[in-house]
């Protein structure tokens, strides 16, 4: 690429030649005149000079990683390095922030957990930081750009599940424990399976949140983190070898199919119906989902019916396959993350073989349970990074934007919207790492009982923390916040979705009275003296 000087851009500043200069790279906007979305005159008025100031008062620097290869020329004094092909630069990228006593991310104060500044802490080791590393590097170079478009398009590309499942981030995501003998490839960055703990999943997933799109997030791992756990703790021996390995390889795709248009937080009264043939080898299956993550798109349904009697005893789980006559799907317009695949399902007459039980016949209710701990778990931390993404974008804009003649960040009010912002969102991420905590060494048995209650609690104490920083940054931001893409895209996106973090899973309303309930039992359970 070539070298050239400030007067050599200067003389290209006429609509038909237009050379501008952003951060020491020199582009050819010429041909982009009539796609910027600010008109073509915005770019005449900077051309052949240095932009880059003009560019960051108006600008998302995700642009330039998607743009800006096509319009690079070269740079300022010396040479520009031609940037990387996608898939290889997510693949060979530099680990960096691996060692203790390294720093990782931009250090913006309360914009990353404690950890990435390199504090102390008891849950996180050398594997944890070459992971985040590793994880940071696929979601900027494979993800990161192309969001806006996703969600726009209200889908994920299937090549994405496939470099996922390759980068080995997809088995990263069904629970606490290494899938060995499903996973498509190792464990990433050299991890023994046996040093795989519930803080590796935290990292992938964090790191993945900070694309600040739920409906990125839910399209690659939404359906596949809730609705293949069932299969991999309660499926025979001959569907999960079936099944796992297929979607954890990013061939086929799976969700979990309990909500219906008659319940939803009332699991135990579920209308959905699987009838036993007389000869006893199929369940005939009728009934409706609603809201279904991924539904549009998936190839197996793990689907709560009723093959007994009324309430809790008479639930069970089945394998639905997409093949199965009587399958059909549609998708669901929302507020919110729009390439999730949300869809209604229905189900008329459609014949299951009972081999596709999952668990025991009417003790479904168990395995469903079972697996809320952990999708509220997966919501309270995606939820978490949405809120620091959501203050992070704040804190940056408040450091470029002036407002009566000086920094946003420099008036009191606005530095007071951030201290709130901070200290929920350290309160709710440390109360998130001691219950991952004691889900990786306590009982599974009494993780039941025990857990149960907190992690409801922590759930709905994530999803406030969420819709608070989202409105505080949509505030902070003003007319930005209200328009798609832009400076504020990631905020605007997220505001729009603060109402599928706070209702799916168990509402807030729901979560608050389950966790002090719960937890009142397990206090008497225990011999409380109250």
């Not at 985040?132 to 990161?144: A, D, P, W």
């Not at 907190?454 to 709905?460: E, G, N, R, Y």
């Not at 505001?495 to 168990?506: K, L, N, T």
Request: charged share 20%; proline share 5%.
């Amino acid at each position: 690429m070539a070298s050239f000087t400030v007067e050599q851009v200067a003389q290209h500043n006429k609509e038909s030649d237009v050379w501008i200069i952003v951060h020491g790279k020199v582009y050819d906007v010429t041909n982009f005149l009539a796609d910027h979305p600010g008109g073509k005159k915005v770019l005449l008025k900077v051309a052949g000079t240095d932009a880059s100031k003009q560019f960051d008062q108006f600008h998302n620097a995700a642009v330039l990683d998607k743009f800006g290869p096509d319009l690079l020329k070269g740079s300022i004094g010396g040479a520009a390095e031609v940037p990387a092909p996608v898939a290889e630069a997510a693949a060979d990228a530099e680990l960096v922030g691996t060692e203790s006593g390294e720093s990782f991310g931009d250090l913006v104060p309360f914009g990353d957990p404690y950890w990435y500044q390199d504090w102390g802490s008891p849950f996180y080791n050398q594997t944890h930081r070459k992971l985040r590393s590793y994880v940071r590097n696929f979601v900027e170079k494979e993800i990161m750009p192309f969001c806006h478009e996703w969600d726009e398009a209200k889908a994920v590309p299937k090549s994405l599940f496939k470099k996922a499942a390759q980068a080995g981030l997809l088995p990263c995501m069904v629970g606490s424990h290494w899938p060995t003998e499903y996973a498509p490839v190792p464990p990433p960055v050299g991890i023994k399976p046996e040093e795989f703990d519930a803080f590796h999943p935290l990292v992938v997933c964090d790191e993945l949140c900070r694309t600040g799109s739920g409906g990125v997030a839910w399209g690659l791992v939404g359906g596949m983190g809730i609705g293949l756990p069932p299969i991999i703790h309660f499926g025979s021996p001959e569907m999960k070898a079936r099944v796992v390995p297929q979607v954890l390889s990013g061939d086929k795709f799976i969700c979990l199919a309990i909500t219906e248009p008659y319940a939803g937080s009332d699991v135990a009264n579920l209308k959905c119906e699987a009838k036993k043939t007389p000869d006893g080898k199929h369940f005939i299956v009728n009934g409706e989902k609603k809201w279904i993550t991924n539904g549009v798109f998936a190839d197996y349904f793990t689907v709560a019916c009723r093959t007994g009697d009324e309430g809790m005893g008479g639930l069970s789980l089945l394998l639905i396959e997409r093949t199965m006559p009587g399958v059909t799907t549609r998708q669901m317009n929302c507020s919110g993350v729009w390439a999730s695949g949300t869809s209604y399902v229905t189900f008329e007459d459609v014949k299951v073989p009972v081999e596709n039980l999952i668990g025991k016949e009417n003790k479904g209710f168990k395995c469903i349970m079972y697996n809320f701990n952990n999708e509220r778990m997966g919501i309270a931390m995606q939820a978490t990074r949405f809120a620091r993404v959501c203050y992070e974008d704040a804190m940056k804009y408040a450091h470029k934007r002036k407002t009566f003649g000086k920094l946003l960040i420099d008036h009191p009010v606005i530095r007071n919207k951030f201290a709130h912002m901070a200290r929920k969102i350290e309160a709710t991420h440390a109360w998130m790492e001691i219950l991952l905590y004691q889900s990786q060494t306590m009982d599974p048995d009494l993780q039941m009982l025990k857990l149960g209650g907190p992690v409801a609690l922590l759930k709905a104490q994530s999803t406030q923390t969420f819709e608070y920083c989202a409105r505080e940054a949509a505030q902070i931001f003003g007319g930005l916040a209200y328009s798609r893409g832009g400076q504020a895209e990631r905020v605007e996106r997220l505001y729009r979705e603060v109402r599928a973090y706070a209702i799916p899973g168990g509402s807030e309303e729901i979560m608050l009275e389950l966790g002090i309930r719960q937890s009142l039992k397990v206090a008497e359970f225990m011999g409380s003296k109250m």
